[in-house]
């Protein structure tokens, strides 16, 4: 049981390439989501899961997609990263039945030059 | 919209004092309400949480407490150690909501 796992642990981008934060987790999970954070932002909402094939924008999501074709997988992806995108990616799951309750990765500290 | 207001943003204490931060809500409907601690690099991790049926909640050194009228919550270490130095997150959700409203933290540091 390895909770839930973020790749890479560190990324560097140039304006406009693209890429995709992977997240996993081992636990059957139902809900993932992302979330951002920033300095002295708190972490806020970019997309959220509520099981397979089900996916739903949180508040900030643009500029990034996502995708749940397994209850395993939740990868983010920037299809034309920008500076504003610099910040620490964090990935979250909730056990079934708990809603509200998140387990986190260790996060991926992305930079946006 | 919705938002959760968290202070102070910095917060120092000897070791062994006691340490408190709080947080106001304004979404009357929320019903559940987490507080993070995150360490250096590392992802947040839930340490208490209370839902809006208590008023306090206790784990050993930790315990929060909820007044729904006033719409706030406050996170209360005793005995404080140099390894509770972190940043504090609090956060709220409403009933069957899977979303976490988070504050903007509170940076905490125990001096020994």
């Given amino acids: 049981n390895a909770g839930v796992t973020q790749t890479p642990k560190f990324q560097v981008l140039k304006t406009g390439q693209s890429m995709t934060l992977q997240c996993a987790q081992d636990m ?8 951002r954070q920033d300095p002295g932002m708190g972490l806020r909402l970019i997309h959220y899961s509520v099981g397979a094939g089900i996916t739903d924008q949180g508040e900030v999501p643009n500029g990034y997609n996502v995708s749940r074709s397994t209850t395993e997988d939740f990868p983010l992806r920037l299809l034309s990263a920008a500076p504003s995108q610099t910040s620490v990616y964090f990935c979250a799951s909730s056990p079934p039945g708990t809603k509200n309750i998140q387990y986190f990765g260790a996060g991926t500290r992305l930079s946006v030059l | 919209g919705e938002n959760v ?9 000897q070791e062994g004092d006691s340490a408190v931060i709080k947080c106001t809500y304004s979404d009357s409907a929320s019903n559940y309400f987490p507080w993070y601690k995150q360490e250096l690099g590392k992802g947040p991790q839930l340490i208490i949480d209370i839902r809006s049926n208590v008023g306090e909640k206790k784990d050993q050194r930790i315990a929060v407490t909820l007044n729904k009228t006033a719409k706030h919550f406050s996170l209360h270490i005793t005995e404080t150690q140099p390894e509770d130095s972190a940043v504090y997150f609090c956060a709220y959700s409403g009933a069957g909501s899977y979303q976490l409203t988070f504050g903007k933290g509170t940076k905490l540091s125990v001096i020994p």
């Avoid at chain 2, 202070?7 to 204490?13: A, G, Q, W, Y």
Wanted: avoid cysteine.
């Fill in chain 1, 28 to 35: 059957n999970h139902e809900y993932m989501s992302w979330y």
């Fill in chain 2, 5 to 13: 207001e968290q202070h102070p943003s910095t917060l120092s204490v």
